[in-house]
């Protein structure tokens, strides 16, 4: 079983930045692609981004593509997301999920363990 942490969430001002973070158990954290998705009210949840294990691959909705960046640190078992550029269609949950087997993933399916979320509000 793999625990999964968010942090980092919080109210900023359109145009802004923030950083999030999440924090996922295990020695083998090296070996899982990590995820972010977010779940908005009244919408379903969507893919924001996802990295490789060894952050050589990346990929990005085209909604966040240019303002966010997807970032890990296998030595300390964290991803980030940085929300750069942020607009108020940017509210939502964001959850960091963990895929264990091999390969990227867009969708939820793809991901074994999931944190709690964390909020991020943009005021306009």
């Known amino acids: 079983q793999v625990q999964v942490v968010e942090s980092g969430g919080g109210l900023v001002q359109a145009g802004g930045s923030l950083r999030i973070s999440c924090a996922a158990s295990?020695?083998?954290?090296?070996?899982?692609?990590m995820g972010w998705f977010r779940q908005g009210s009244g919408n379903r949840r969507e893919f924001v981004a996802a990295?490789?294990?060894?952050?050589?691959?990346?990929e990005y909705a085209d909604s966040v593509k240019g303002r966010f960046t997807i970032s890990r640190d296998n030595a300390k078992n964290t991803v980030f997301l940085q929300m750069n550029i942020v607009k108020p269609e940017d509210t939502a949950v964001y959850y960091c999920?963990?895929?264990?087997?091999?390969?990227?993933?867009?969708?939820?399916?793809?991901?074994?363990?999931w944190g709690q979320g964390t909020q991020v509000s943009v005021s306009s």
């Open positions: 999920a963990v895929r264990s087997g091999v390969g990227m993933g867009r969708m939820s399916y793809d991901y074994d363990y």
């Open positions: 295990g020695r083998t954290f090296g070996t899982y692609t």
């Open positions: 990295i490789s294990r060894t952050g050589d691959v990346i």
